[in-house]
């Protein structure tokens, strides 16, 4: 099988390395207790909100940590990461929308999250859908939840998502995968946290 390759081990070597130290030195900004009550239990250490996760830990989370995680859609394909094929899927969370008529740009919409979703769907080489708009009608607190939520029932494809920042959000996540399926086959759900 012919790999496609962007960079060289020793990039991905280096790439590595940075992201261990960037983790270490500066960490995450963290707010939610419980969640950094965890990662010290783990061997974290807190810095005001501030997590900073030394290199021993980050390398024993990625060992234990499953190579090929599997997701399906609402239509039944599945796709395995790590199975040696190459999937694509769109980048998420655009907060505008550019109208090519009147060449002017505008807040995005539900409705644009859903529109688009459908297009995506109907693209022969996207394979998972991440919501590709960030409705501004919706507040922030429930954001992710709302773009997974509509983006859901207008694509047979895997949904990646939603983007979490606090434990409360996963059990809404899994009753809206419950709908299309076994949440732990059909749900990926992404830790949020504010980045450096």
Request: aromatic share 6%.
């Amino acid at each position: 099988m012919t790999h496609l390759a962007f960079l060289s081990p020793e990039d991905v070597d280096s790439i590595h390395d940075a992201t261990l130290r960037i983790l270490a030195e500066t960490g995450i900004l963290l707010t939610e207790a419980r969640s950094r009550e965890f990662l010290t239990g783990a061997g974290a250490r807190v810095d005001g909100n501030r997590v900073l996760m030394p290199p021993e830990l980050v390398e024993k989370c990625i060992a234990q940590a499953g190579k090929r995680p599997s997701l399906r859609g609402r239509g039944g394909a599945v796709k395995t990461l790590g199975d040696g094929s190459l999937y694509f899927h769109n980048l998420g969370g655009a907060p505008q929308v550019f109208d090519p008529v009147s060449r002017t740009r505008r807040p995005a919409i539900m409705q644009d999250v859903r529109d688009a979703t459908r297009l995506l769907d109907a693209l022969e080489n996207c394979h998972t859908i991440t919501p590709f708009f960030t409705p501004t009608e919706v507040p922030g607190g429930i954001m992710s939840l709302a773009m997974y939520r509509h983006a859901l029932p207008h694509t047979s494809k895997a949904v990646q998502g939603p983007g979490i920042q606090f434990p409360a959000e996963v059990r809404y996540a899994v009753k809206m995968a419950e709908v299309i399926g076994d949440p732990q086959e059909v749900l990926s759900l992404s830790l949020s946290p504010v980045s450096p």
